[in-house]
């Protein structure tokens, strides 16, 4: 099985160069047995080497810096540990999608701390673990924060009262997406990153994203 520190390394250039870590937003964690994997924090991601990770215990104490002394812990920590904990994750990762941050201002709001972005009828649905292409795949948004950690609370409320989503979006900031490995994580992420950008598209296009596309049956 490949390092995680070193998946850490290659999945965050990887994030960059799609535009999801510009500056030094973002994160991933990775999670191995009873340890888990970090990049460090307020760092340019597509600089980050392996020897640059966290590894932490499954209740979020350090077991091993990175070599840099310099770097410090991820504020995005207690957010990756809640779906470690909520959703027996194997790995977690924060981006800052840019198609995602846009869906958000279009949420529709719950409840005074919840908001929902409702999708269905595309192919790349069915990338969602648990979703086919006539579902609706509901994806939860919080509003943002100033600081990273304060936003763990309504996250772990949102994971619970939407159960099925594999993610939880941030208003103007960006989403949380989990997996039960790093492979089925970040795909979830790419398919909620295009389904996103295609709402998107149809709405500036004037197209309604709610009439259905299910085929109609031939009049007689």
Known sequence: MSDPKTII???CQNFYRLGWVSGTGGGISIRRDDRIYMAPS???KEKIR???CYVLDLEGNVQ????NPNLKLTECAPLFLSAYELRNAGAVLHSHSANVVLMTMLARRIDEELSVLEFTQLEMIK???GHGYYDTFELPVVDNTPREC???ESLRKAMERFPDSPAVAVRNHGIYVWGPDEVKA???AECIDYICEV???MRSAGIDSHISARPQPASV
Do not use: R
């Open 42 to 44: 307020g760092v340019e």
């Open 186 to 188: 970040k795909t979830q």
């Open 50 to 52: 392996p020897e640059d």
């Open 64 to 67: 091993e810096g990175p070599a």
């Open 150 to 152: 304060e936003l763990t």
């Open 199 to 201: 709402y998107w598209k």
């Open 9 to 11: 390394s290659e999945m």
């Open 127 to 129: 990338g969602i673990l």
